[in-house]
């Protein structure tokens, strides 16, 4: 379903001669593919699923704000800008994301469920929010809520 509508952008933006998605949607498409190649190993020929997408379009998001905080270190504001306007498009084909009260209920259900009792289990409690919650919630703002909890 995501591949369709990442093509269905592609086709709309090239239409709608608007670069900056088109570029972005092939960057996007690009990453797809090869995440495509390197599950074949594993017996994965129809392409990852959507959860692995998900999963990669949340890292391609982390990557361009860690490089808006460089160029803006370095001064290349014009260049942070671009950046946020790709995190702008990646961002339509993401489920809407958990907001902070969501996130620190969806945590204390995974901990409950999993039993964890102090930060020893921070690896399988992040294990189980990215399995159950890919795609929807920021793993880094979790991150902090679940060393919070347990710690």
């Given at each position: 379903?995501l591949?369709?509508q990442?093509?269905?952008?592609?086709?709309?933006?090239?239409?709608?001669?608007?670069?900056?998605?088109?570029?972005?949607?092939?960057?996007?498409?690009?990453?797809?593919?090869?995440?495509?190649i390197?599950?074949?190993?594993?017996?994965?020929?129809e392409?990852?699923s959507?959860?692995?997408?998900?999963?990669?379009?949340?890292?391609?998001?982390?990557?361009?704000?860690?490089s808006?905080?460089?160029?803006?270190?370095?001064?290349?504001?014009e260049?942070?800008?671009?950046?946020?306007?790709?995190?702008?498009?990646?961002?339509?084909?993401?489920?809407?994301?958990?907001?902070?009260?969501?996130?620190?209920?969806?945590?204390?259900?995974?901990?409950?469920?999993?039993?964890?009792q102090?930060l020893?289990?921070?690896?399988?409690?992040?294990?189980?929010?990215k399995?159950?919650y890919?795609?929807?919630?920021?793993?880094?703002?979790?991150?902090?809520?679940?060393?919070?909890q347990?710690?």
């Amino acid at each position: 379903m995501l591949r369709q509508q990442l093509n269905d952008a592609l086709k709309a933006a090239m239409l709608g001669k608007d670069t900056r998605t088109v570029s972005t949607v092939r960057l996007i498409l690009a990453a797809l593919k090869d995440r495509d190649i390197a599950a074949r190993p594993r017996g994965v020929t129809e392409g990852i699923s959507d959860d692995e997408i998900l999963s990669m379009l949340q890292s391609m998001i982390k990557q361009r704000r860690e490089s808006i905080a460089l160029y803006e270190q370095g001064g290349r504001l014009e260049l942070a800008q671009q950046e946020a306007e790709e995190i702008t498009i990646i961002q339509r084909f993401l489920p809407v994301q958990f907001s902070a009260e969501e996130t620190l209920a969806a945590v204390k259900d995974i901990i409950a469920e999993i039993g964890a009792q102090g930060l020893k289990d921070m690896g399988r409690t992040m294990a189980a929010l990215k399995e159950r919650y890919a795609g929807r919630m920021d793993f880094t703002k979790a991150s902090a809520v679940v060393k919070q909890q347990l710690g």
